[in-house]
């Protein structure tokens, strides 16, 4: 597609219930990040991709939090044992370089924990 | 550790003003620094990237400036429309080893009175 693109957009589960969030980069971008936003907030940085390489994953708050990006392209993050903290809007973001690229982000899956 | 601060939080116009929207970052080893316009509800939309060894990019009536050394950027908007109306987010990105992620601050909120 034209650009990156996020699903589910809305996804609302209850807390202990494990969670998918996918990201769809923009085609030949081999950088890709996720970030996370909480109301009010600007985006906070989780996890980026170089290739299929997480290359630098700082930003995961604890060990509940993983990402996967096995063929270099399609992106998984995934959330076990959610918590109602975790309610925020989870936010994707393709580079075609990864240094001093431009970033492009998409519309972000809303994730609300009940 | 990168701290991105933008001021003012929020700021009202009547349409038509030209207005100034200021960032500052505390650490200035930066390859690049990117503005985004994030609409309610919304993804964020790419305004405009400097790169470090630039002073300024415009693109229409968007003016943004870099003052690596000091750690600050300022996004100017000339004749203010009701359409602005949004949050404004600063995002300096980081040296080689960190990949260009991006750190954002909190975000200017943009209202356009017609």
């Known amino acids: 597609g034209a650009g990156v693109s996020q699903t589910p957009s809305n996804k609302v589960t209850e807390k202990g219930k494990y969670v998918e969030l996918r990201c769809d980069p923009i085609s030949g971008h081999t950088a890709l990040y996720w970030y996370r936003q909480s109301l009010g907030q600007g985006p906070e940085f989780l996890i980026y991709f170089q290739g299929t390489g997480a290359a630098d994953d700082s930003g995961l708050p604890n060990d509940r939090f993983f990402a996967v990006r096995p063929e270099g392209s399609v992106s998984t993050l995934k959330i076990q044992r959610t918590e109602r903290g975790d309610s925020a809007v989870y936010l994707c973001a393709s580079s075609l370089s990864g240094v001093t690229g431009e970033l492009f982000f998409g519309e972000g899956s809303r994730l609300t924990v009940l | 550790k990168q701290e991105v601060t933008q001021i003012p939080a929020a700021l009202s116009v009547p349409e038509g003003e030209n207005l100034v929207l200021n960032c500052s970052f505390t650490d200035s080893a930066i390859y690049n620094l990117q503005w985004f316009r994030q609409d309610p509800g919304k993804g964020l939309t790419s305004l405009l990237l400097?790169?470090?060894?630039?002073r300024e990019q415009t693109s229409g009536r968007l003016n943004a400036s870099l003052d690596k050394s000091s750690g600050r950027s300022t996004l100017y908007i000339a004749a203010s429309q009701p359409g602005d109306s949004a949050t404004y987010l600063c995002a300096p990105g980081g040296e080689y080893n960190q990949g260009g992620k991006l750190i954002f601050g909190q975000g200017t909120e943009l209202s356009v009175k017609p």
């Open positions: 400097i790169q470090s060894s630039q």
